[in-house]
């Protein structure tokens, strides 16, 4: 069961970090697209934080959801 969990935190952990590895390299090489304003004036940077966000409460809620302890 420990194996199970450690392969399912860490396959979500790199879903994790792709996504904010996209984040920093839009950053850092494309500034100027992090600056669009595709929604009610509010730029894609913005967005995109508040995506990071969401998609963290996703993740811990899918690892939660599925290593949690069921009863026999």
């Known amino acids: 069961m420990a194996n199970r969990n450690t392969s399912l935190g860490l396959a979500l952990f790199y879903v994790y970090l792709l996504i904010y590895g996209g984040f920093v390299g839009l950053n ?15 730029n894609l940077a913005i967005l995109y934080g508040i ?22």
């Open 28 to 42: 850092a090489f494309a500034p100027d697209v992090m600056e669009q304003t595709p929604f009610a004036g509010v």
């Open 51 to 72: 995506a990071l966000i969401v998609a963290a409460l996703l993740l811990a809620l899918i690892y939660g959801v599925f290593c949690r302890d069921r009863p026999d």
